[in-house]
């Protein structure tokens, strides 16, 4: 194991699931770690919040590929994934205003899917098939090109199963996925090549129960989570890390820092002038791309459905994803109540705009009424949020995997970056999780010296 000086702890900046699963990695092999965040509470964006006595995420967060997952595998490695107890997601369907259709779990599923006509199936499975067998590496030829490039081709029917795969795995739309990216998920959850379809949720409520098992163990590894403070700049002296200023101006001498949220924001705010060169800068603002969402919590006092996840399809439909959470977990809710989370991608300005959120919420109430016609005289209470993500970089052509933020830059020896924003493949929070583990060596090869 390496061993550090308690005066030079390797220190991280961010308490998200990249931040978390780089102290975890780090954890393991003996290493010391101190992680700031700024925030009074960790996760990150996972971060849950406690509302008349529900157990409310911050958007509608899952687990990809279950055991296979990225963040899994970290657990694995760190031997506490037994810590984590999880409900698995499997009781999905499409809505398309006549009726309810069962989600295909595999490939095979796509022949019995009743949603589109079988033509239209034969279609999906010359387009899916060959995806599911090629190779991730040969998946990065594809990244400069939109989905939609496949499903503009395609029928109505067929859009429809390409859009509500898209609000499951990326929460958007087509028209912003890299045929790349869709194609990595495709081959993740092909069990022939050792992939899984499934999904997982926390038993225990709230998606950052997640963080929450990874922090005790960086804490029972004597290494700290500073919560409420934050770092103010990374002090770089002749290309090499010396430290970090706090927000109160103290300063904690270090050779390794590690920046684990959005690293556009980082290189803009945490540097003197001068440390990367305009070109370089220019570069990576190019990633900061967003995608937006309305989320809508309801409270009702019945349980309308037995379904973990709903997919209304189609359009005309402001509910894109209707996420059944108490039907996953009840642990979320109190005895006799249900929580649901409905969700729409939205443009960016929308989330600024209250007027057309009350509008959004309102088309998602009498979609909902329309689809269960007890909605109403159950619902206890709501709770709308709009806000924005920045996952968006992770899927769009052009800006994934390998064309995303180095995990470290060649004139600055001690600096590493991870994170969703950095090079990495998946879904939301798996692909920080994936970050961290591609940028675990180059760390640890950084300690050795």
Known sequence: MIKLMKSKPVVIIGAGIGGL?????????????????????????????????????????????????????????????????????????????????????GITDILQMSLIPFKSRLSLLKILLPMAFTSIDKTEELDKIPLTEVTKKLDDHSKRFFDAVCMLAFADTPDHISLGEFARTIIRANPFKGGTSEFAYPDMGGYDRISHVMADYIREAKSDIHLGKSIKKISISDGKVNGVILNDESFMETDCVIVSYPAYHAINQLFDDGIFDNEFIQKINRLDKTTSVVEVHFALSKQIDSRQVVFPVGKDYASKGIFFISNITPSVSPSGEHLLIVGTPVKPEETDNPLRIKEIVTQMKQELSEIYPEFNSSLLWERAMAWKLVEAIVKEPGLVWKNKMPHSVENIDGLFFVGDSTISYGIGTDSAAHSSILAHPKIMKHLAK
């Open 21 to 105: 699963t780089t102290g975890t990695l780090l954890a393991k092999k003996g290493v010391s770690v101190e992680i700031f965040e700024k925030s009074k509470q960790i996760g990150g964006r996972t971060a849950a919040v406690t509302y008349r006595n529900h157990i409310l995420d911050n958007g509608f967060h899952i687990m990809p590929f279950y055991k296979k997952s990225a963040i899994y595998e970290v657990m694995k490695e760190a031997n506490i994934e037994s810590r984590l107890k999880l409900a698995i997601v499997s009781d999905i369907a499409f809505y398309d205003g006549s009726g309810f259709h069962k989600y295909p779990k």
